[in-house]
Antibody
Framework: EVQLVESGGGLVKPGGSLRLSCAASGFTFSSYSMNWVRQAPGKGLEWVSSISSSSSYIYYADSVKGRFTISRDNAKNSLYLQMNSLRAEDTAVYYC????????????WGQGTTVTVSS | EIVLTQSPATLSLSPGERATLSCRASQSVSSYLAWYQQKPGQAPRLLIYDASNRATGIPARFSGSGSGTDFTLTISSLEPEDFAVYYCQQRSNGKTFGQGTKVEIK
C-alpha cells in the first residue's frame, strides 16, 4: 500500500524550532518529487515547499523562505521539514504529498501532523 | 506569485444536480492546473490534473476544462459523497492553491 506518514508536530513557542518527518512506503520514494502543504485552522490549503527526487531542485513559498528547510533521505524513504523562527501564523496541519511522475498533481497525501505555535 | 481565485465561495445544490466550479488565474498557467477534493478531517484527494485529466480512480462524473487563465470543474450529477470543499492548484510558476469552493447540500 502506498502510504505517507507524518510525525514531529507539537506545541512550540514563537521563535522556536521544530522538525517534521514524513515516512514513505509502498513506492519507490527516490523516483518522486515531494511537497509540504499546510492548512491553518478553518482555512484553505497553502503550498509550503517542494523538493525534486534527487534534491537538485528545491522551492519555497515566500511566507517560509529563509525560515524553513526541506530535505530528504532517499536511503531512509523519508522527507523532512526543518522549521525555524516559528510564528503564530505557522500554526497549521502540515501534510506531505507526493508529486505525480511529471509533477502534474499531488496524488498521494499523508494524514497530516499538527503544529501549534503559541506562548 | 500567481493568484488563483475560485468562485463561488459556496455552492448550495441538491443531490443529482450539476455543479460548476470556477478557478481564475491572475496570469496564464497554460494547462498546469489541478483540482482537489477535501472532506472534513481528511487530506485532500487529487481529482483532475493538467486541467482535464482525471486522476486514477476518479469517477467520470468529474470533468475539468479550460486553459490559460480560466478553468472549470464540473460534477455532472452530485452524489451524496461529493459534498466537500474543492481547491484548484497551479504549477506553472511555483505552486499556489485557490481559496476553495464549498459544495454544500441545499
Amino acid at each position: 500500500e502506498v502510504q505517507l506518514v507524518e510525525s514531529g508536530g507539537g506545541l512550540v513557542k514563537p521563535g522556536g524550532s521544530l522538525r517534521l518527518s514524513c515516512a514513505a512506503s509502498g513506492f519507490t520514494f527516490s523516483s518522486y518529487s515531494m511537497n509540504w502543504v499546510r492548512q491553518a485552522p478553518g482555512k484553505g490549503l497553502e503550498w509550503v515547499s517542494s523538493i525534486s527526487s534527487s534534491s537538485s531542485y528545491i522551492y519555497y513559498a515566500d511566507s517560509v523562505k529563509g525560515r524553513f528547510t526541506i530535505s530528504r533521505d532517499n536511503a531512509k524513504n523519508s522527507l523532512y521539514l526543518q522549521m525555524n523562527s516559528l510564528r503564530a501564523e505557522d500554526t497549521a496541519v502540515y501534510y506531505c504529498a507526493r508529486d505525480q511522475r511529471r509533477g502534474e498533481g499531488m496524488d498521494v497525501w499523508g494524514q497530516g501532523t499538527t503544529v501549534t505555535v503559541s506562548s | 506569485e500567481i493568484v488563483l481565485t475560485q468562485s463561488p465561495a459556496t455552492l448550495s445544490l441538491s443531490p443529482g444536480e450539476r455543479a460548476t466550479l470556477s478557478c481564475r488565474a491572475s496570469q496564464s498557467v497554460s494547462s498546469y492546473l489541478a483540482w482537489y477534493q477535501q472532506k472534513p478531517g481528511q487530506a485532500p484527494r487529487l481529482l483532475i490534473y493538467d486541467a482535464s485529466n482525471r486522476a486514477t480512480g476518479i469517477p467520470a462524473r468529474f470533468s475539468g476544462s479550460g486553459s490559460g487563465t480560466d478553468f472549470t470543474l464540473t460534477i455532472s450529477s452530485l452524489e451524496p459523497e461529493d459534498f466537500a470543499v474543492y481547491y484548484c492548484q497551479q504549477r506553472s510558476n511555483g505552486k499556489t492553491f485557490g481559496q476553495g469552493t464549498k459544495v454544500e447540500i441545499k
